[in-house]
């Protein structure tokens, strides 16, 4: 307030008139009123009446107001009354509302102890609440201390974290449904811990809340018995199940004997349909006499273990039954062991075949157990160390083994055995087989491998290698010998693999087809070689079959062939296989042997025609010969004839000269005669049947004086019954004639030759033995051939046709002649004459 006591609004309102315009005396009387007192206490006087002067001072200012002044004064008025309501109705309302924020002041200090007390009640006893508020995405309120309850577990809603797999997942739905569908649930869980812990889900004010407490006394001891239940049940039933399951019976039995539960194998064993119709059937899976020991001891309430037999399916099995006592009878279960005795069988027939088996390798086997004795050996090994079975049956140890064959001194010398044996037997304890390789005194070489056995133990292979080593070493001595030999060759030799790649050549061959040694060194394909040669060999086909050969999968033949160079040389090629798919090429200049090939066949040529040459003057002085000859030999009998006079004893001795000379003499003619019939294909047989026997003889006899004269005995070897064969007789008689004259010119005084005839299915065979000088190797070719003649040391002196005419005549019927010889050991020749009657004639 001013000092005259105006209001502070009242003044703004009238200062703000005043500084308006004067109008009609606006001024002067708003003046008047300002200046009046405006206290009406002050103003009043002392019996409570305004003083007229103040009420016609207030007059007399209005008085002074225009219409439109009055009107502001109006307006003014009017806001200064709104100002002071305004002002009373705000105290009024600052007085009300501080006495309401009093009141919820109060109110909220007596709600938050009624908290506080609940809280302190909530938190007395173990427990977690976890509050959902409604609004999605909202994170829950956990009140509580979680490890009194969940254990050391950072997540109370992590409760995989804290409970059972089961119970987790339990939990977890049962929340699920509280959020989403407010389905209240109240359920008792055992931690991880063991702990037993009592959940409760409700919605309350539209919140969420699962309390998690402890549970204590009865509770707990509930939830501990419900747990063992579910334990003892779930585990009765998997065992139930397990039962169910095995594929062998068991079944169990009351105090009285009688079956009260089999399993389905129970029933399938004694052929049920159900366990229920084998339990109410009463029916028994083994017969009387085997039923009566598990009755027996049954009731006396022992232990029973035993193999029985019992029919399955119409087939007799092997059951190993066991029987034990229970609360209110016995259990039994029967394992079928059939398959296993099978099995066992079988085993053992296997170890004895693998015994055997190793008894037949010539590799030493030796077996040795855990406890380092010996469980197994075979005759390898003991003919190998020559060691007494006896000894060995014992099962020593593998330290007497080693110092029994040290004694025998049959183990390498070692200048400290007991360290050497102590390495050995690191073999016991190896993870992985050792081999070793032992130089005994006596000169051989054993590999030895030690192999650890996975049941313990080690079993020793000892293979005497000596041979092996001593082949490689000749080998490798042949490989190189193979190889300077290969390398001194002048025919070029080149081996090619299967993938046509250059493997071995030799020196020559790079000479040959003039390639460096550098080039060839890096195994070229035989392409490759091909292009660098071409020069020289132009393609010509015969190389191309040698790429082609070299080269080839399927068909790999050999070929051979010549080729000549575009150097004028003439070079004789070849391919040979190799069983390990390689190709073998071989190259040979045969330039000069060419030419001397050539100037040798003109010359045979020349030599073949000289020969023709006489041979047909032979033929022709024979004939010419001939008749002259039959002309003397006439004479000759005529002058010996008594009717032309006597002769004295002198001529007769001269004329017989003449007839014997002039006999030989037309002999030979005629012996040369028929080769030349032969040789010209002119001859013909007689064929007939020819007695074998009286061939022979007829043959003898025309030696008969030669043998008489020479001392020399025939043995005729035939059989009596040997029977004919169809031939021309006077040509057989004719070829044994000359092979027994031949035998008798070679045979020394005194000897005995051997004349004999066997008959077989298809042939007949003569051979004539004698026991003369024999005849040599290199001579053996040539005894056959015209006026081919040979003493070898006799007295023999013939024209070399004999022979000859023998392998002329046994040819013309189809045989054969072959002849058996040797320096100093005698001669036999033999004729084969074919039975067959259609071959002889084809023949002649």
Not at 113 to 134: G, K
Request: aromatic share 6%; proline share 5%.
């Amino acid at each position: 307030m001013g000092q005259t006591g105006m209001p502070d609004a009242i003044r703004t309102t009238v200062e703000g008139f005043w500084a308006r315009p004067p109008r009609s005396g606006f001024r002067a009387a708003l003046a008047v009123l300002l200046w009046l007192p405006c206290d009406p206490v002050s103003a009043q006087s002392a019996s409570g009446d305004y003083p007229i002067s103040l009420v016609g001072a207030y007059i007399a200012a209005f008085a002074l107001l225009g219409q439109h002044e009055l009107a502001a004064l109006a307006l003014t008025l009017g806001i200064l009354c709104f100002a002071v309501v305004t002002a009373i109705l705000l105290v009024r309302t600052r007085r009300r509302l501080a006495q309401v924020e009093g009141a919820a002041r109060d109110e909220s200090i007596a709600a938050k102890a009624a908290i506080d007390r609940a809280y302190a009640l909530l938190l007395c006893e173990p427990q977690i609440l976890v509050i959902w508020a409604p609004a999605p995405g909202a994170e829950p309120e956990i009140v509580g201390e979680p490890p009194l309850v969940v254990g050391e577990r950072p997540d109370v809603l992590a409760f995989a974290s804290w409970l059972p797999p089961e119970a987790a997942r339990e939990m977890e739905r049962c929340v699920d449904a509280l959020r989403a569908r407010g389905v209240g649930f109240t359920m008792m869980v055992t931690a991880i811990s063991g702990q037993a812990v009592e959940a409760e889900g409700r919605v309350i004010g539209a919140r969420a809340i699962l309390r998690l407490r402890l549970a204590s006394g009865i509770k707990s001891e509930l939830a501990q018995l419900r747990l063992r239940h579910e334990k003892q049940t779930a585990e009765t039933d998997a065992i139930r199940t397990l039962i169910e399951t095995l594929v062998v019976p068991i079944w169990a039995r009351d105090a009285a004997g009688a079956i009260v539960f089999a399993n389905p194998a129970y029933a399938r064993a004694v052929e049920a349909k159900t366990p229920e119709e084998a339990v109410e059937g009463g029916i028994e899976l083994f017969d009387r006499p085997a039923r009566g020991e598990l009755l027996r001891a049954h009731e006396a309430g022992q232990h029973y273990a035993r193999r029985l037999p019992a029919v399955v399916a119409g087939e007799r099995h092997s059951f190993d039954v066991i029987a034990v006592p229970a609360a209110d009878g016995s259990i039994g279960i029967a394992l079928d062991v059939t398959e296993a005795e099978l099995m066992r069988a079988e085993f053992n027939r296997m170890i004895e075949a693998h015994r055997r088996t190793l008894d037949q390798l010539a590799t030493g086997v030796a077996i040795f157990g855990s406890d380092r004795r010996l469980g197994f050996y075979n005759a390898a090994y003991r003919i190998l160390w020559g060691l007494d079975a006896a000894f060995l049956n014992q099962r020593p140890t593998d330290s007497a083994v080693l110092d029994q064959l040290r004694a025998a001194r049959k183990l390498p010398d070692e200048q400290d055995f007991r360290q050497w044996k102590a390495a050995l037997f690191e073999a016991y304890r190896a993870p992985e087989t050792n081999e070793h390789t032992w130089h005994l005194p006596d000169g051989r070489t054993i590999r030895v491998v030690t192999t650890p056995n996975p049941e313990g133990g080690v079993t020793y292979l000892f293979d005497d290698v000596t041979e092996r080593l001593d082949l490689e070493r000749r080998y490798d001595a042949l490989i190189r010998v193979q190889r300077e030999t290969l390398d001194n060759l002048n025919e070029a030799v080149a081996v090619f693999a299967s993938d046509g790649r250059l493997r071995l050549h030799n020196p020559a061959f790079a000479r040959l087809w003039q390639l460096a040694p550098e080039l060839l060194s890096q195994e070229p394909h035989v392409e490759t070689v091909s292009s660098w040669s071409r020069s020289l060999h132009n393609d010509q086909p015969i190389w191309q079959r040698l790429r082609a050969t070299i080269t080839a999968i399927d068909v790999r033949s050999p070929i051979a062939g010549r080729l000549e160079r575009a150097d004028g040389s003439l070079v004789d090629c070849a391919s040979t296989p190799l069983p390990d798919g390689a190709t073998l090429v071989t190259f040979q200049d045969v330039t000069d042997t060419v030419n001397v090939e050539r100037a040798l066949r003109e010359r045979n040529e020349a030599l073949e025609a000289a020969d023709k040459l006489k041979i047909d003057f032979v033929h022709h002085v024979s004939y010419e010969l001939r008749s002259p000859l039959t002309n003397i030999i006439g004479f000759a009998h005529f002058l010996s004839d008594p009717v032309t006079g006597p002769l004295t004893p002198k001529q007769r001795e001269y004329l017989g000269y003449i007839t014997a000379s002039t006999n030989a003499l037309l002999a030979i003619i005629n012996n040369i005669l028929d080769l030349a019939t032969v040789d010209a294909g002119a001859m013909t047989l007689n064929l007939g049947s020819v007695d074998i026997r009286a061939t022979m003889e007829a043959a003898a006899e025309g030696v008969q004086d030669r043998l008489i004269k020479s001392g020399i005995i025939l043995d005729i070897r035939v059989a009596s019954d040997i029977g004919t064969f169809v031939a021309d007789e006077w040509r057989v008689r004719q070829s044994l004639f000359n092979l027994l004259a031949n035998a008798v010119g070679f045979s020394p005084a005194g000897e005995t030759i051997i004349f004999a005839a066997h008959r077989f299915k298809d042939a007949v065979v003569f051979s004539v033995t004698d026991r003369g000088p024999g005849i040599p190797a290199e001579v053996q070719g040539k005894v056959f051939d015209w006026f081919e003649t040979h003493s070898l040391g006799s007295r023999h002196r013939g024209t070399g046709l004999g022979l000859s005419l023998v392998r002329s005549f046994v040819e013309l019927h189809g045989g054969s002649v072959r002849l058996e010889s040797a320096p100093g050991r005698g001669t036999t020749v033999i004729c084969v004459f074919p039975v067959d009657r259609a071959a002889a004639r084809t023949a002649a």
